[in-house]
């Protein structure tokens, strides 16, 4: 990628498929996704970096996917809420989502699903403050939050074990 | 949404950079993209070709100066701000106010470098840096320079960058001892855009009783982060106490005209920055009695 050009040779992994394509210098990631990959789970609510539908994970890092250009990202691995699943079977976060009515019409479901992943992954014990912290970056219409916020809580690690820290005298590392 | 016909290019090394911002003047550094991107689908500057200076190593890291100081490499993001125990070591509050940018979506890919030559009179950084006496410095094909944070903010959307040239890294010195920073922010809502901002550092005598050095700092009161100089020559001196820090900010803002808008008029401002340097500096005081360098309190 050591040329200036208006458009790049990409290659990326996503959700650990490799593909490669030409891309427009122009073109977001986001539209990457959706339109030249046919990835249509990740959504735009705003197109400014505003709303968070769009929140994907590019090398382990949860972004906005509105805000990068898909040629930035030669090389990367990029995760989106199409990968959460494995074989038709919904992720914990995913099922809790569903059991705790943790969404209404679903626009802002794909990027709360990443940003709640990313949390998790980061932070296996999140307080509700650091919960709400954790998708501060994603609005949704709907809801409320406070069955999203119940949703994300009830697959912490806090959570499983009724709701105190994992210490090591329970056999597990903290 | 589609932006316009853009080249792309992502540089090697800081040299070949520099070589093409040298030759192009629609050539446009691309850090984190936070605020870029949007300046391109609104399209109110034209770019030929973003010159992509996220990956350049000698824009990365977070490095302790032989001074006990830290340089921050341009690219360095607010999240690594964040995380880095060498800041939360010896400058505290700057790790916490990057911290409390936006959302972590922004914070993984927004750059110290970019909230800085963005110059928005919102963005977080501007004024602890000035607080803190940082020392922005520069490169271009030509040469390098460094350049004061006071002396570095020229307007709204304006630096003392000169085509060309790059913001390659902040030097932080090392704060003297029995030191700590303040800030506090009017936001409009939790982590959101503030009204009106102010970050202070003082330095206290070795009892802690008295104030001997000071730093008070305000945003969005003139269109770039400002030291309040008549403020900090009350204070210098003054007892730290409330009573004392509360009359040395009594006057904070007189005479400065800040703007009116949607979230309140020129006076309310005016108020309210007395309020937030009363805050800063009271953090700051704790801050430096704590001996954690502005650990003392959080706050956006
Ligand atoms: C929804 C939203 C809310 C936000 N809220 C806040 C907020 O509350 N507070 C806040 O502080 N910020 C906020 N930001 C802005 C964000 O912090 C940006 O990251 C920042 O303004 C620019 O940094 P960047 O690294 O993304 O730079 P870019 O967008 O890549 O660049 C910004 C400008 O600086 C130039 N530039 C960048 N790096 C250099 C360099 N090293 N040398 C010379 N020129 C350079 C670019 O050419 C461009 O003109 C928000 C952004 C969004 C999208
Ligand atoms: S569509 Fe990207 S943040 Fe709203
Ligand atoms: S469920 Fe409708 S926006 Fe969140």
Redesign the interface.
Known sequence: ??????S?AVTVEVNGEKVSRIVA??Q?LV?FLRDTLGLTGTHIGC???NC?AC?VIVNG????S????A??T?GATIETVEGLAQDGTLSPLQESFHEHHALQCGYCTPGMLM?AT??LRHNPEPTDEEIR??I???ICRCTGYVNIVKAIRAVSRRQATGGHAVTAAAGEEV | MLLEQVEYVRPQSLDEALEILANDDGAAPLAGGQSLTNVLKNRVASVDVLVDISALGDLAGITRTADGGLSIGACVTYDELDRSAEVRQSHWMLGEVAAHIEDQQIRNKGTIGGNCCLSDPTNNLPPILVALDAVMELRSRSGRRSVEAADFFKGYFATALEPGELLVSITVPQMPERSGAGYASLAVGADAKAMVRAAARVTLDRDHATIVDSRVVLARVAHVPTRDAEAEARLNGADATDDAVRAACAGVADGMQPITDVHGSSEYRRQMAKVMARRAVDQAIAAARGGRNGSSAGGN
């Open positions: 990628m050591g040329e200036r050009a208006t790049h210098a122009r977001l539209h197109d400014t970096g968070g929140s890092k949860l972004v906005k509105c805000m990068i250009l040629a930035q030669d940003s990313y949390l912290r954790g501060r970056g994603n």
